[in-house]
């Protein structure tokens, strides 16, 4: 027999599911706590009433052509309040657990201070893409935008770093949901909203944007990857350096400022000042494109700057036909970005 | 119920079977009910839907108080005793038409004509005044709906009572139409009375948007 | 045959069809207009189910390319506003309609022009919803429709303002009927009907009434303040210019948690009826069922942000929905476990309305338990917006609503129309619906729970959720023809069904005591009424139910 809980924990014969019994840190643990026990109470109260109702469809079955009518019961006071009683207790119970794991997840962001090993992050969701800004890491402040890759410091047995998001939207509601990591929060236009991630070791987890947010709502995966700290720190510093600029790059780089990429785009160090559009100043050092969808190399940059609209229907980013000299040129360029 | 729609009795009755052998029991008499007819429940009925929707308005004008960035403010744009003077005429409003159902029912027609006539000039008179109020509102402050969000939920919540106050006026012209081909009288009073209630609902909700509109939000 | 050929008015008399259509169109008779509100629910009952398949279709594999993102995001909309405003509460407003009358010794509704106007508004409200398509797509908003992403700068076209239109017109249908059926159950009962004589099924409608009178005027609200925001530049949810993306939430859920009981309680009425006439026992705790459906009706008005845990209310709001929801789960059982003592020590016939009342009870029970996983609010931290809410609320809409309603349909089509449905075709029709159902949506849970969001058009591969997805779409395509074995049973009972007689199930409440179909002004005469069940006082005058009550 297959172990219900072991194939929802490794996520079945086909892949690897980002399953929220495969909880790799404290806030999920509580919820999973919690929700196993949830699942033991229904599942008993299943057994119990289910039990009654099939026998109850075997024993009083009517059976051949016993014309008489039964005995009429018109009801019981004690019995009503017995099964009313009953749940209520188990209710009862359902709360205590249920606010005890509530104050176990929800809790207050503190302030940022130095030593605290702590990563505080705005998340910026998009139609359809999620943007990143790097606020303070172990008191220091940062001020660094980046997207679609979170990365985040990993705890280890001794120190646990946490990573606290004030979650806000530019345009309408998406919801930020790493099931290994945490239960989702909204992001909502006009609210700043809080949660934390804590990661128990390296790793990449996965998740998607949880709230119908338009066309491509499909299509805003998540990716947090957490990092041994040293490493960390080297990505924390590599990522707030401005764009490379080597010589060898520059008429590619100005086939790139030449069109309208800059409009939407930024890349520090250069022309290229958009605030509309994920920030490509360090593109090469993320793994995917498009937010998830597309490994991140020079075939799939090709096509992505060819037509984003055929591998993302619908997405803002609009298919610029551009001759294949420039797209060339442009992609060239881009791979420059590590 | 006709007894051969009746089909024979299958059941042996077990648990009350009947030991003593005399005649079937005698049903108790049936004592009619007292309560409202059916249209009267239903009036009520509707009036609970319209206070679900005015409670919902009144949610989203107090939700929305105070957090404008532009203005203008309600303290800037809305003057007091332009509509102290029609809220005066709607709740006499409310006196006169219980006055008019009153008379009918105890057959006065005349008199319920003159109250119910006059429940409809302070109706207008009330519509009047909202009328005069949101064209100076539009021209002097340049209050419109688009203008902020006291503009979107004030002109929501007050349109739509005076959309109703429009519905009951046109209402009480229907009966009073028909009073004057002497068709009401005290036997058929019913529409007026409901109609009545319509009225005092409508007042009611007045004195809702007037104590948050034009006291609490000032 | 020959003897009883005589009493079938529907077939007797022969007048054209145009004649006929014009009668129905023209109908104000509370029959006629139940049963034109159940066939246009089978109609779109029909339409959204084949948009679901389209969806089944496009999810069997991953990054399938079946369907264009757009296409799909209708498809859930529309598949989710036809499947609640259009199939779920018109069928059952429908069947009480019809039954309502006839339960209290009623010659009609208290008032049948604003009756007919209630069926004609939900129908064209229906039509408007559906008309988007023609203006190049049906909206893409889901059903529940968050701002701002109905806003127009995100959701351009009409389509939008046709599904906010429509649903605001269906609205004043369903108002008109709740209206409707207050004033006919407190004001047209038959003398010696108390309240607390009456059918169980009519307490049921009285309190769907009320919370349709309570719930759906704020829908219709929130409503008018959308379209202001689209047509005048209002700016209710244009969170650009202040207006709150929180405040539809609240306005919307509001409307929509109470409605999920308007598509329940009437279908624990039905049920109720159903379950004590083939175990051939009078319902067991009859004051603590009406009861236990006040409570419902109150505790749900008070339940709603649970549709919310995820917003970031604070601690204290999340505590106390959670609390409020877990509540509902008292009455419920009260409920549960009272049928299930009336089946106790019964005699049992499992003729297709039991069968059906059989899956209701076997299948709501575990959407209830699910719906108690996603009332625990850090649960739903996971959960919420996953597959496996979608998992329940299909388990309870369909293993609680839609179970219950065939169960009433196959109990009251004998009255409606003088025939019996085919029991062979009924049996069909539940094992199929019975196996594709679980099929479809047990998997849903657990893809749910293995991270697989609702409500995207595509998936990546290497997710883990390949397998469930393909059950789920056998699982539809298992259901499919169940569906239109009901339709086909449905349409060719009405001349081949077996003739059914007054009385066909030996039942106790007063619409079986006059002829199937019933004439036009229901009895003859008047019955008077002494007991909750009239028809078991006269099958046994020796010892009849008012000695008892
Ligand atoms: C027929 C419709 C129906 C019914 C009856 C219910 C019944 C319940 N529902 Fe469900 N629900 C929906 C239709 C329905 N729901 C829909 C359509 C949605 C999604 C909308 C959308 O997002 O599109 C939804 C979503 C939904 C959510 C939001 C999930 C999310 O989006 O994050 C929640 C959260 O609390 C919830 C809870 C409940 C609860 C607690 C009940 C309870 O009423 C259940 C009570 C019943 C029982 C518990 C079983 C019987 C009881 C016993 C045998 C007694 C013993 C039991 C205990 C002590 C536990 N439902
Ligand atoms: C009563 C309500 C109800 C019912 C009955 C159904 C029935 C079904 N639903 Fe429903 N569903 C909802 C209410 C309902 N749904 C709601 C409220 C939503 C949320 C929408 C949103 O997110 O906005 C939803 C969303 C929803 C989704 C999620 C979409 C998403 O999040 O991306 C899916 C996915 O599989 C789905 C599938 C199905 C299926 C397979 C059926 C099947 O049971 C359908 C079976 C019926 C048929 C297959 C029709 C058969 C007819 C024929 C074959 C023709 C024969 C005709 C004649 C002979 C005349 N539904
Ligand atoms: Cu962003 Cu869904
Ligand atoms: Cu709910």
């Known amino acids: 027999g297959m172990d219900f809980f072991a194939l929802l924990a490794n996520g079945g014969p086909t892949g690897e599911s980002p399953s929220i019994f495969d909880s790799a840190s404290p806030a999920a643990d509580s919820i999973g706590n919690l929700s196993i026990l949830v699942l033991a109470v229904a599942g008993l109260i299943f057994l119990v009433v289910e039990g009654i109702l099939f026998y109850c469809v075997f024993r009083f079955r009517r059976r051949g052509q016993d014309a008489a009518e039964p005995p009429q019961v018109y009801g019981s006071k004690s019995i009503e309040i017995a099964w009313t009683a009953a749940p209520a207790l188990i209710v009862f119970f359902l709360m205590l657990v249920i606010t005890r794991t509530l104050w176990e997840v929800e809790v207050d962001p503190p302030?940022?201070?130095?030593?605290?090993?702590?990563?505080?992050?705005?998340?910026?969701?998009?139609?359809?893409?999620?943007?990143?800004?790097?606020?303070?890491?172990?008191?220091?402040?940062?001020?660094?935008?980046?997207?679609?890759?979170?990365?985040?410091?990993?705890?280890?047995?001794?120190?646990?770093?946490?990573?606290?998001?004030?979650?806000?939207?530019?345009?309408?509601?998406?919801?930020?949901?790493?099931?290994?990591?945490?239960?989702?929060?909204?992001?909502?236009?006009?609210?700043?909203?809080?949660?934390?991630?804590?990661?128990?070791?390296?790793?990449?987890?996965?998740?998607?944007?949880?709230?119908?947010?338009?066309?491509?709502?499909?299509?805003?995966?998540?990716?947090?990857?957490?990092?041994?700290?040293?490493?960390?720190?080297?990505?924390?510093?590599?990522?707030?350096?401005?764009?490379?600029?080597?010589?060898?790059?520059?008429?590619?780089?100005?086939?790139?400022?030449?069109?309208?990429?800059?409009?939407?785009?930024?890349?520090?160090?250069?022309?290229?000042?958009?605030?509309?559009?994920?920030?490509?100043?360090?593109?090469?050092?993320?793994?995917?494109?498009?937010?998830?969808?597309?490994?991140?190399?020079?075939?799939?940059?090709?096509?992505?700057?060819?037509?984003?609209?055929?591998?993302?229907?619908?997405?803002?980013?609009?298919?610029?036909?551009?001759?294949?000299?420039?797209?060339?040129?442009?992609?060239?360029?881009?791979?420059?970005?590590? | 119920m006709s007894e051969e729609s009746i089909p024979p009795t299958r059941s042996a009755h077990a648990l009350r079977q009947r030991t003593d052998e005399g005649p079937p029991p005698i049903p108790p008499a049936i004592s009619p009910e007292q309560t409202l007819g059916a249209a009267q429940w239903g009036m009520l009925a509707f009036l609970l839907s319209e206070v679900a929707f005015f409670s919902t308005l009144i949610v989203a004008y107090l939700s929305f108080l105070g957090k404008d960035k532009i203005g203008p403010t309600p303290s800037e744009a809305l003057s007091l005793s332009l509509v102290i003077v029609t809220t005066a005429c709607l709740l006499a409003s409310s006196v006169t038409v219980h006055l008019a159902t009153h008379a009918l029912a105890s057959g006065r027609q005349r008199q319920f004509c003159l109250w119910w006539l006059a429940t409809i000039v302070l109706g207008v008179a009330f519509l009047a005044g909202t009328g005069y109020e949101w064209r100076e509102l539009i021209e002097r402050h340049h209050l419109t709906i688009s203008r902020n969000l006291f503009g979107t939920t004030y002109y929501t919540l007050v349109g739509f009572h005076?959309?109703?106050?429009?519905?009951?006026?046109?209402?009480?012209?229907?009966?009073?139409?028909?009073?004057?081909?002497?068709?009401?009288?005290?036997?058929?009073?019913l529409a007026a009375q409901l109609t009545g209630w319509y009225w005092h609902f409508v007042d009611g909700v007045w004195i809702v948007v007037f104590t948050v509109v034009y006291v609490a939000g000032r | 045959m020959a003897v009883a050929e005589q009493n079938l008015p529907l077939e007797t008399e022969n007048p054209p069809w145009t004649e006929r259509l014009r009668e129905w169109v023209t109908t104000v008779d509370h029959k006629q207009i139940g049963i034109l509100?159940?066939?246009?629910?089978?109609?779109?009952?029909?339409?959204?189910?084949?948009?679901?398949?389209?969806?089944?279709?496009?999810?069997?594999?991953?990054?399938?390319?079946?369907?264009?993102?757009?296409?799909?995001?209708?498809?859930?909309?529309?598949?989710?506003?036809?499947?609640?405003?259009?199939?779920?509460?018109?069928?059952?407003?429908?069947?009480?309609?019809?039954?309502?009358?006839?339960?209290?010794?009623?010659?009609?509704?208290?008032?049948?022009?604003?009756?007919?106007?209630?069926?004609?508004?939900?129908?064209?409200?229906?039509?408007?919803?559906?008309?988007?398509?023609?203006?190049?797509?049906?909206?893409?908003?889901?059903?529940?429709?968050?701002?701002?992403?109905?806003?127009?700068?995100?959701?351009?076209?009409?389509?939008?303002?046709?599904?906010?239109?429509?649903?605001?017109?269906?609205?004043?249908?369903?108002?008109?009927?709740?209206?409707?059926?207050?004033?006919?159950?407190?004001?047209?009962?038959?003398?010696?009907?108390?309240?607390?004589?009456?059918?169980?099924?009519?307490?049921?409608?009285?309190?769907?009434?009320?919370?349709?009178?309570?719930?759906?005027?704020?829908?219709?609200?929130?409503?008018?303040m959308l379209l202001f925001d689209r047509q005048f530049e209002a700016h209710f949810f244009d969170t650009a210019n202040g207006g709150s993306a929180i405040l539809w939430q609240h306005l919307f859920w509001f409307f929509g948690h109470p409605e999920v009981y308007i598509l329940i309680l009437p279908v624990f009425g039905m049920v109720s009826e159903v379950i004590p006439v083939f175990s051939r026992k009078v319902l067991f705790g009859y004051e603590f069922m009406a009861a236990a459906t006040m409570a419902i009706a109150f505790i749900s008005m008070g339940v709603w942000a649970h549709h919310m845990f995820c917003i970031g209310?604070?601690?204290?709001?999340?505590?106390?929905?959670?609390?409020?929801?877990?509540?509902?789960?008292?009455?419920?059982?009260?409920?549960?476990?009272?049928?299930?003592?009336?089946?106790?020590?019964?005699?049992?016939?499992?003729?297709?309305?039991?069968?059906?009342?059989?899956?209701?009870?076997?299948?709501?029970l575990i959407g209830g338990l699910t719906g108690i996983m996603l009332a625990a609010a850090p649960f739903d931290f996971q959960l919420s917006d996953s597959y496996f809410v979608v998992g329940h609320f299909h388990w309870v809409l369909i293993g609680g609503t839609l179970f219950g309603t065939f169960a009433g349909v196959h109990y009251w089509y004998p009255k409606a129309t003088g025939r019996r449905l085919s029991e062979r075709l009924a049996r069909w029709q539940f094992w199929l619906l019975y196996i594709g159902f679980i099929l479809t949506f047990g998997p849903m849970h657990v893809s749910g729970m293995l991270g697989m969001p609702r409500r995207i058009f595509t998936y990546e591969p290497d997710r883990g959720w390949d397998l469930w997805n393909q059950l789920a779409t056998l699982g539809a395509f298992v259901q499919a023809p169940s569906f239109a074995i009901f339709a086909y049973n449905l349409w060719s009972s009405l001349r081949r069904g077996e003739l059914a007689g007054d009385d066909p199930w030996d039942a106790w409440t007063l619409e079986w005591t006059t002829t199937s179909p019933p004439p036009a002004y229901n009895f003859a005469e008047l019955p008077t009424v002494r007991s909750r069940r009239p028809l078991w006082d006269a099958k046994h005058p020796d010892d009849p139910d008012w000695k008892y009550e």
Not at chain 1, 182 to 198: F, V
Not at chain 1, 269 to 289: D, I, N, S, V
Not at chain 3, 124 to 149: E, I, K, M, Q, R
Request: overall charge neutral; charged content about 15%.
């Open chain 1, 111 to 338: 302030s940022p201070q130095a030593g605290d090993q702590t990563l505080f992050v705005t998340v910026v969701g998009r139609q359809w893409w999620w943007e990143y800004r790097y606020e303070y890491y172990d008191g220091r402040k940062l001020g660094l935008v980046t997207a679609n890759e979170l990365h985040i410091p990993a705890s280890a047995e001794d120190a646990a770093r946490r990573t606290y998001l004030r979650l806000e939207s530019a345009d309408v509601c998406h919801s930020f949901w790493v099931p290994r990591l945490a239960g989702k929060t909204d992001l909502i236009p006009g609210q700043t909203n809080q949660m934390w991630l804590e990661a128990r070791g390296p790793g990449v987890y996965v998740g998607q944007c949880a709230e119908y947010c338009g066309t491509q709502h499909a299509g805003m995966l998540l990716r947090v990857i957490a990092e041994e700290p040293a490493d960390f720190e080297r990505w924390l510093e590599h990522e707030a350096q401005p764009a490379a600029d080597l010589p060898s790059a520059r008429s590619a780089r100005d086939a790139f400022l030449a069109q309208s990429c800059v409009n939407c785009h930024r890349v520090r160090g250069t022309p290229a000042q958009g605030g509309y559009a994920p920030e490509l100043t360090h593109l090469m050092a993320r793994k995917t494109l498009a937010s998830g969808l597309l490994e991140n190399n020079r075939e799939n940059l090709d096509r992505w700057v060819g037509d984003p609209q055929s591998i993302k229907p619908g997405c803002l980013m609009p298919d610029f036909k551009l001759s294949d000299a420039d797209r060339q040129r442009i992609v060239e360029y881009l791979l420059t970005l590590e």
């Open chain 2, 162 to 189: 005076g959309l109703h106050v429009t519905l009951g006026v046109i209402a009480m012209l229907v009966v009073l139409a028909l009073a004057a081909r002497r068709a009401v009288s005290g036997q058929n009073a």
């Open chain 3, 37 to 224: 509100y159940v066939v246009m629910s089978v109609v779109f009952l029909v339409i959204g189910g084949c948009e679901a398949l389209l969806m089944r279709w496009q999810l069997l594999s991953p990054r399938n390319d079946f369907l264009p993102p757009d296409f799909f995001n209708q498809l859930f909309t529309m598949h989710g506003t036809t499947m609640v405003f259009f199939v779920g509460m018109p069928i059952l407003i429908g069947i009480g309609n019809y039954l309502v009358p006839l339960m209290i010794g009623a010659r009609d509704m208290a008032f049948p022009r604003l009756n007919a106007l209630g069926f004609w508004a939900t129908l064209f409200g229906g039509c408007l919803t559906y008309f988007s398509f023609a203006t190049g797509g049906a909206p893409a908003v889901g059903w529940f429709a968050y701002a701002p992403l109905t806003e127009r700068t995100f959701a351009r076209g009409p389509a939008t303002d046709f599904w906010a239109l429509g649903l605001i017109v269906s609205g004043v249908g369903t108002i008109s009927a709740a209206v409707n059926f207050v004033a006919t159950i407190l004001g047209m009962r038959a003398p010696g009907m108390t309240l607390r004589k009456m059918p169980f099924f009519v307490w049921t409608m009285l309190w769907t009434s009320v919370q349709m009178l309570l719930a759906v005027p704020p829908l219709t609200a929130a409503l008018v």
């Open chain 3, 313 to 364: 209310m604070s601690r204290t709001l999340d505590l106390y929905f959670a609390a409020a929801s877990l509540l509902v789960s008292i009455p419920t059982g009260i409920k549960f476990f009272n049928w299930l003592a009336t089946m106790y020590g019964g005699r049992l016939r499992f003729d297709s309305p039991m069968l059906f009342a059989f899956g209701f009870l076997s299948m709501f």
